[in-house]
């Protein structure tokens, strides 16, 4: 898998060097130009945004074309490795990304004294953990949504088969939001529910603020949740495997 993943990342490179180049001349041209300190953090956020879509759409594209590279059918290797690659790559290149932003961000609170973010992070540690690995655990589960998707759409031979992909695409991700909210009653622990629905109000440094946190009610709810998205995502790889080499053999 590493020569995989070393292949993507290769072929990919010039791509990702260029986001990396136009993000750090972005953010030099902002520091420099933007004096008004509201309309520097909107464009900074922005221009993380944009290289997040960027990166996030770099293995989805990496993968349909390994799908239909015939060099790539000719490797003797197994099936799941061609999946986890473009998926590894993916999950690296946005952890990189948000660990610059993450160091952007503390900087920028700490040069301008602004801790009450700063402050939420230290007064719930935990959650902000979760928080992460919970969006870490979401950027994967739609990416194998996404890839079985393609894959589906690959093995249709029939004209508008991308369209169809679309169609899968929203049938998987509605169908399975529909039998979590059945299962977990409507709890916001899903692929789409990032951050609980609990909130608290805190006093910090004199100022009151309102602030999301895990409450302790939920844990089961998320525990099962991540659960039900892990099982459904292991039976989506299966599918995929299954129909890689299906059409490989054809």
Sequence with gaps: ???????????????ILGVAVVLILAQISMMLFISNNTLLVVLTMLAYMIAGVILFITPIRTYS???????????????????FSPIAMGCICLLILGLIALIHGYVYLTVYENSRILDIIK?????TIIALINVIWLIIHILIIIFLAITIAASIRIKGSFWIGIVIFFIIVNGLSWIENLLFGGSDWGSFGVISEGSSNSTMNGIVSNVNFIPSSHTGEMIGSFIFELVCSVAFL?????????????
């Design 1 to 15: 898998m590493m020569k995989l993943l070393k292949y993507d990342f290769k072929r990919n490179s010039a791509k």
């Design 65 to 83: 074309y390994n799908l239909k590279a015939y060099h790539r059918k000719l490797l003797p290797l197994h099936t799941l490795k061609s999946i």
């Design 123 to 127: 007064m719930y540690p935990v959650d």
């Design 238 to 250: 299966y599918i995929m495997v299954k129909l890689i080499d299906r059409k490989v053999e054809a």
